[in-house]
């Protein structure tokens, strides 16, 4: 009989691939986080098996869900802030999830030719496992992080039967390119965003860019280029954000060409860069490091996004994918936001009631200080 529960090392491509072709995302990538073994978080995946083959796949992650992740403004959550420093264990619950702290999607995928009605069944034995599992591991708090709307069709009702609870998640920003040239993506954006942009560039300097496929050797300069970036944002999601210290170096290797690393040197220091992971028809910027206050003296973020927005209609792309933050920036560069969703049930069913009634209140996306200013100033402009 095969394990439902396996390391993605130990898993053959077309096991996981077949569920999501085309995806970058795919058995590699997760075989490399999974290399990078990082403290935080345990990783896993779930399989569903027939004789006939996979029917349904995901990710599984352990960890300690910090309370004040939610809570990211105000006295609150400076409070719970200063009591999670001090006592940890006081204001954690470990969680057992289906999803990646690596993804900002749930890759909950099925066997392509799979009716609904099949995806559904195998969703509830998926759900079925996880909860098995928790209770082995004695956790009492099984989630499912990061759906996308596209998903909810077939999973929300088996969910909701369950006794899951919906809480938003950040959603993923995505920039659609239908343009020949990035002079008439330019010319998309209003006309205060495209003045300020091109005076920004002009500013930015001599800044010399670089496109990497081997960072074996700048790995950890890469990696506090990142951890410097994560501690400077206005936003804390804790082991959500963490990243093992050679998992540029795991990926750009495991995933190259299909990823590599964009550099922006400023006479000759290393000063942001960028992991692109690109599709047939997308390129996901996954993440960003930027050293400072050198970064925000050339404009190097918008110096990253034009080079990517360039290298997307160049090769033909007309999707860049650019996750989780800084809103407001992606908004006004004319990112559309993609909705995601997490699902959470509780055993105790008293803590259950009490998480379920705090989530009313405490969903990522009303409590993201970034994204709710970013909001309001959509509703001004479409007021105007």
Known sequence: MHSPVSTFSSLSAPVWDGCFPGEVEGLRYYQACEAARPAHAQTQALLVKTPQGAD??????????ALHT??????????LRWMDQRFPRALRLPLLGLGSPFAERCHFGFAPQSSPAARREAAGRMLDLLEQQADLSGVGLTVVKDLHDADLPV??????????????SLPVAVLHLPYATLDAYLDSLSGAT???????LRAAGNVEIEIRTDVSDIQDE????????RLTSSSDYGDFERLPRDYFH????????????VLYRVEGVLAAFNLLMVEDDRVIDKF??????????HNLYFVSWMHNVRYCISNGKTRLQTGQGTFANKLRLGSSLEPMHNYFRHRNPVLNGALKLASKCFGFEEM????????KREDELSSM
């Open 56 to 65: 349904a796949v995901a990710p599984m992650f352990r960890m300690d869900y």
């Open 222 to 229: 890469l990696y506090a280029l990142y951890e410097e970036t």
């Open 368 to 375: 993201d200080p970034g994204l709710r200013a970013a909001r």
């Open 155 to 168: 999973l929300e009702p088996v969910l909701r039967n369950r006794g899951y609870t919906r809480l938003s």
């Open 194 to 200: 495209r003045k300020d942009m091109r005076r920004k």
């Open 70 to 79: 939610s809570i990211q403004e105000g006295r609150l959550g400076e409070a």
């Open 250 to 261: 795991r990926v750009v290797s495991a995933l190259s060409p299909q990823a590599f690393c």
């Open 288 to 297: 960003l490091g930027m050293r400072y206050p050198l970064a925000r003296t």
